[in-house]
């Protein structure tokens, strides 16, 4: 099964292509990003090029999988790269990790893969969307394929409210299960 997990901001952003903190991400909210690490640790990610290239290195204790059309694309060691979520899919379906483990499977992004993960959309089991009420001028955006999915297909499992404190930011995690 496929998952989804993402953040958004309240204009359905997801970041900014030149973005120079060290998330990667125009926000920082440290308990959001303990839920990704908690969420994510031990199982398989997968993610784009461009998100590949803000992590500069694989994120520990997980299978870390980046999908490129490029096949120049090089990045560190510890990615492993596929040039199709087809393939990549496959591979992992296959592989003695996922057979012998049982972990989830993870799309974190960007945009784009997280929008062709749709057309995989027999295989996603649950989003985990956080969505940060205020608008960060990103000029990355999710579609609103993954809303009209959402509306669609998935039950809202659960809805918490929460504040950060350090970033004076309101935010919500949800967990969406398909129907």
């Known amino acids: 099964m496929l998952n989804i997990i993402v953040a958004i901001d309240s204009e359905g952003g997801i970041g900014q ?57 090089r990045c560190g060691e510890g990615f492993i790269i596929y040039s199709t979520l087809e393939e990549c899919l496959k591979d992992i379906n296959v592989s003695d990790y996922y057979k012998l483990e049982k972990p989830l499977v993870f799309i974190i992004g960007g945009a784009k893969l997280i929008e062709e993960s749709m057309n995989f959309n027999y295989l996603i089991d649950k989003i985990y969307l956080t969505i940060i009420k205020k608008n960060f001028n990103c000029d990355i955006k999710l579609s609103g394929l993954i809303t009209d999915f959402i509306l669609e297909r998935c039950n809202l499992v659960e809805k918490i409210e929460k504040f950060d404190k350090d970033s004076n930011l309101e935010y919500y995690n949800e967990i969406y299960s398909i129907i």
């Not at 120079?20 to 969420?39: R, S, V």
């Open 17 to 73: 292509e030149n973005c120079n903190t060290k998330n990667g991400l125009p926000w920082n909210i440290k308990e959001d990003l303990q839920y990704f690490k908690n969420l994510t640790e031990n199982n398989i990610i997968i993610m784009g090029r461009k998100t590949a290239d803000k992590f500069k290195k694989p994120l520990p204790n997980r299978m870390n999988c980046v999908i490129s059309s490029n096949k120049e694309y």
